[in-house]
């Protein structure tokens, strides 16, 4: 064979007797390495969480590369010369997914979002594509999720999908909304020859399935807004490519996650594309080292003729043996280099979208204190909403920053009538979850702290019920009290 892998690590001299690899679309990949080393005493603190690369090189010229930092190392048996390691090796962004918090971002896009998030665990080298406006998020808060789940959540429901791309001296973390902005793979056209027989020097792809299933045609929604309450802010979208099945399966959620018409249609047609996203999906097998996922190829050798188009990888695993590096040491060892792939495949054009985490839910309610600007008693806008402070918030400071605007319940709220009793700065506030959405607090109730005394001593005056006011900015009250001795 004229393949070969190689690998460049920061420590240590190897050879790479196998490895494997797993790596998908909106996925961080995975990849597994063997190796064989003459050193049997290798630093791990030189490797671990530095980076590597592994190559692939056909006929002495490089396919492909996969970089990455190493997540975990092992030193296995040692053998007559040579010592055997493990490595598994992942993207920086993986390092997300051991890092969670509790935080609120205001008046953020979700591009904005994730590249502040990236920032914040030194990850520079990204390219962030966006074709259509990503409208700002009055609240969005990130509820005890990993970085990593949180970035992902976010991504499915504003319709990106990330992505890899490998140099010898680093890899990219593409996030895009669009899968075309990929481009296609160099070279030649991918050829399909099932022939397994005899040499075959030409990578091809040697197996071939193709199936389409019946799926979700039609995605309606609905959410509400307090600002446009008879408003039903109903969206539906039909799917594509529905003329091998019927279009009337519906598929109908509330709330759908949003409180405008330019959210809302977007967001009805990203849920409907990840519901369809294998409606049309080809499984493959081959050995052609070029295919990683995103970018476009075009299939040529095919018996049916509809089938010679354009593909794009969805996800693959490859594996690779080279066993000329333990040829010393075992006499069974087969010689030669080995690779081979399976892989999922869409049409090159279909409009594919990741599957939409479920968003964390808010179990029950949260304590918070309404806090505002400095010198002031009582802040609140025209609709009697408050800023909060919640005890989770690392980043708040107290102040009018601390929250986005959040609703108050009133016992009575008819129209220029009813009951209003705005909470003030400094007051302790029960806060619920509408449908459990962390990102839409309520005010349900008040409670006394102990810095609050109650108006009167208790259980002395526990026969005392009242209503008792502060005057704003002195200390004298208005009251209205019920004496039951």
């Not at 006929?59 to 048996?77: C, D």
């Amino acid at each position: 064979s004229d393949l070969r892998f190689t690998v460049t690590a920061p420590a240590g001299d190897f050879e790479v007797t196998a490895f494997a690899l797993d790596e998908a679309l909106s996925t961080p990949f995975r990849l597994h390495l063997e190796l064989a080393s003459f050193d049997p005493a290798i630093d791990f603190a030189a490797l671990l969480d530095q980076p590597v690369v592994l190559g692939i090189e056909q006929a002495g010229a490089p396919v492909r590369h996969v970089h990455g930092l190493v997540s975990r190392f092992e030193q296995a048996e040692s053998g007559f010369r040579r010592t055997r390691y493990r490595a598994v090796v992942e993207p920086a962004l993986a390092r997300l997914g051991l890092c969670s918090d509790w935080r609120i971002f205001q008046e953020s896009s979700v591009p904005q979002i994730i590249e502040q998030i990236l920032a914040q665990h030194g990850i520079s080298d990204v390219e962030l594509v966006a074709t259509r406006e990503h409208l700002p998020r009055e609240c969005c808060v990130q509820a005890g999720e990993t970085d990593l789940a949180f970035i992902e959540r976010l991504a499915a429901e504003e319709g990106f999908y990330y992505a890899f791309e490998h140099r010898a001296d680093g890899h990219r973390l593409i996030v895009s909304d669009r899968l075309y902005s990929h481009g296609v793979i160099d070279g030649d056209p991918v050829t399909y020859n099932p022939d397994a027989g005899g040499d075959q020097p030409t990578p091809a792809l040697r197996r071939f399935t193709y199936t389409e299933q019946v799926l979700t045609a039609r995605q309606v929604q609905r959410d509400y807004s307090f600002k446009h309450p008879r408003y039903n802010q109903q969206h539906s979208v039909d799917g594509p490519e529905l003329d091998h099945q019927r279009a009337d399966y519906e598929r109908y959620d509330y709330p759908g996650r949003y409180k405008r018409d330019e959210a809302g249609k977007p967001f009805t047609e990203t849920r409907l594309l990840a519901l369809r996203g294998d409606a049309r999906l080809a499984r493959v097998e081959g050995d052609d080292a070029r295919l990683f996922p995103g970018p476009a190829f075009t299939l040529t050798g095919h018996p049916r003729e509809d089938m010679n188009r354009g593909w794009r990888a969805l996800r693959l695993h490859h594996e690779g043996v080279q066993a000329t590096s333990q040829q010393e040491e075992a006499a069974d060892a087969d010689a030669g280099t080995r690779y081979h792939l399976t892989a999922e495949l869409l049409h090159d054009h279909t409009d594919w979208r990741a599957p939409l985490p479920p968003k964390p839910h808010i179990d029950g309610p949260h304590i918070a204190t309404v806090v505002g600007p400095e010198g002031e008693e009582i802040y609140c806008d025209e609709f009697g909403r408050v800023k909060i402070q919640f005890p989770w918030d690392r980043l708040a400071v107290d102040d009018e920053h601390s929250s986005c605007w959040v609703r108050v319940a009133q016992n009575w709220a008819g129209p220029a009538w009813g009951h209003m009793a705005i909470p003030r700065i400094g007051h302790e506030v029960i806060v619920d979850f509408l449908d459990g959405d962390c990102d839409q607090p309520i005010v349900t109730g008040r409670a006394y702290p102990a810095t609050h005394p109650t108006p009167y001593k208790l259980p002395v005056h526990k026969t005392l019920a009242t209503i008792k006011s502060k005057e704003h900015q002195g200390q004298r009250a208005n009251e209205l009290r019920i004496d039951d001795t």
